[in-house]
């Protein structure tokens, strides 16, 4: 039963589906998630590298490749249906209602184009608003994320900044049109690590000043312990764990998870840069039929029934979820191993 | 930007500078010049005559110099074989392969272009595999015969189009094909290349993410990217077509300055090849700068170099 009391979450996805045709057959690269992100929340998604994580951000903004398959029972924005949107309405919500930052801040602006150019697009196209009075916001907004004489930059060219500069101006670009959900890719990994906190920490404040909900992917812990809302840990394609920054960080129950979070104490004390722990075990091919708990060839709690569907589990009252075979996440007899 | 144009103004300069002196040494790579003029029967004192005559006696610079600044002045001396100033016969000439060489190359570009944008859009489409064929047969046929297969079925069996001569723009029509389809494989495949490898790229990610519309995505975005170093290449192309449109010329009976030079070459009409060389090579070096001032203003990171 829906509480009527609570709002409708701004983003719902139910289901979604990805499959990407390879040599050899399908790439079952993403499978079956489900996820709400409300107002103003922030959502972290974690997972180590492959695990499906940009794809699931492209999907979202319908950004996916001619080829790659996306599949949904339910995936809504505001009550808007994106699997079914046709072009005009997802080229209508892209920029404005929703913008993303990607995970590449040398390659992603557009080497022929000025700064100023390149910010005031989306404004442009989805506002009617004339050209001095979208510079002006542009310099407001680069300003903002902290570049100096912003002004003169607008006729810069990508070339002549710097990275961190870039992912600046980037995030200055998706903020433009003050989105309701802004979806940040990995924005600092290609970053100098001592500028990687300085653009996070900005993201996140500006984000709450303007009370964008926001998914932030992101490999380094510390940050989601500091500003996530909600998190979900993805492996091999799945959610594997969901639920409040609290919950999965003081009680995880998926044994990927806990390997995960194993040298992270708690949210807040957590040191900066702190990276996924490594978990010994191969990942499973996710080309062809792919079936049973994908993490049971790494997972220390695995038992024969991981071979066979995994279901869902919900241990508390609140959002927390997460798929396993033991009820707890442990083997019967087994321990937590903190 | 003003002073990308102006340093390549200078560089273009100099370049044409060297190309002076080379078509210059030219006269006397290939003999004495004072014997070619005076021909088979001239006799010794002949030869010493027309040497002081023409003023082959005098030190080389000091030659130089005043061949240079006759030609600049629009002299380019008087050829062996007409008995008429070269700058005269080669104008007529001139226009008429500058006239050629901007119809092909227009065609050129104008066919190759979307064609390979189109390629690159749908790969392994009809259109796309329509391209690679006309690209692979356009390499593969020799301008020669493809020209008088023209001339077959359009002047001979249709009659729709005249054989040769330069009389109307028909005239032009069958050239222009066979030299700009010449032209077309190499500009085809670069566009096509370029635009399947800008569009996936990052920045047209960014631009889609944005919510820009298909088209912006493809032709402001894309096209703007991928079309810079096809510049260079029509350019390149462009100076070919002036020079070396001779067999074209030839065949349709198009007496330009291919042609003359061709002619003049077995003739040993050394101040008409001269001059020739000398003007096909300016023009080189004004497309080069042109494309070049064309690719920095499409693309800022020239402009620095
Ligand atoms: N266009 C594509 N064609 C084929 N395989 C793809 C394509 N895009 C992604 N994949 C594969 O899908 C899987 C998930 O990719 P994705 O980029 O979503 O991972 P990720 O979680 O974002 O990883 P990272 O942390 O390295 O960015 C990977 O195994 C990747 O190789
Ligand atoms: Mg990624």
Redesign the interface.
Known sequence: MPDPLLPEPLLTVRGLTIDIPVGGGTLHAVRGIDFDVNRGETLCIVGESGSGKSLTSLAL?G?LGGRIDRRAARMEFDGIDLTGAN?RT???????RM??I?Q?PM??????Y?IGDQLT??LL??RDISRDAARARAVELLEKVGITAAASRLGQ?P?QLSGGLRQRV?IA?ALMCEPELIIADEPTTALDVTIQAQILRLLVELGREMNMAMILITHDLGVVARVADKVAVMYAGELVETGSADEVFNAPMHPYTRGLLRCIPQPGKTERGARLGTIPGIVPSLVGKVSGCPFRTRCDQVVDACRQDVPHRHPGAGEHAFRCVHENGLRAGGEVVT | MLQFILKRLGLALLVALTVSIISFSLLFLSGDPAAAIGGETATDQDIEAIRVLYGFDRPLPVQYWDWLSSALAGDLGESYYFKLPVATLIVDRLQITMLLGVCGITFALLTAVPLGVVAAIRPNSFIDRLALFLSVAGQAMPSFWFGLILIVVFAIQLGWLPPSGTASAAHFVMPTIVLGYYAMPAIMRLTRAGMLDVLSSDYIRTARAKGAPEGRVLFKHALRNAIIPVVSLAAVQMGFMLGGSIVVESIFALHGAGYLAWESIARNDLPTVQALILVFSLFYIIFTFLSDVLNAWLDPRMRAG
Not at chain 1, 90 to 96: E, F, H, I, K, V
Not at chain 1, 107 to 112: C, E, F, Q, V
């Open positions: 903004m950004l072009k997802m080229r209508a919500l892209r920029g404005d913008s993303m990607f590449e390659t992603s602006l557009n080497p022929a000025s697009e989306a196209l989805h060219y070339h980037m670009m």
